[in-house]
């Protein structure tokens, strides 16, 4: 099994940064995928952000040149660096993980989430 703590969440005001840290332990070493989604009130869970074990991204449009993810295999932790925040960042986010389980099959593990919110 994987367990995921998340850290970093907070207030900020709009125009402001924060960076998010999710640290995996467990059975890591299969992994393949890190990346973070978020939930606002009243709305789906989205993807935000991903990073493979090769360092391959991918970003939400509306994130796109503001937020970044970066990873750290060897402490298995994965980043989110936000610029930029705007008052529609307000979410819960939260860290996931997956890997192959077929060759066309994932498992997803979950962190417990943290609230970033940004308003003035």
């Known amino acids: 099994q994987v367990q995921l703590v998340e850290s970093g969440g907070g207030l900020v005001q709009p125009g402001g940064s924060l960076t998010l840290s999710c640290a995996a332990s467990?059975?890591?070493?299969?992994?393949?995928?890190m990346g973070w989604y978020r939930q606002a009130p009243g709305k789906q869970r989205e993807l935000v952000a991903d990073?493979?074990?090769?360092?391959?991204?991918n970003y939400a449009d509306s994130v796109k040149g503001r937020f970044t993810i970066s990873r750290d295999n060897g402490k298995n932790t994965v980043y989110l660096q936000m610029n930029s925040l705007k008052p529609e960042d307000t979410a819960v986010y939260y860290c996931n993980v997956w890997r192959f389980i077929t060759a066309t099959a994932r498992r997803d593990y979950w962190g417990q989430g943290t609230q970033v919110t940004v308003s003035s």
């Open positions: 990073i493979s074990s090769g360092s391959r991204t």
């Open positions: 467990g059975s890591i070493f299969s992994i393949y995928v």
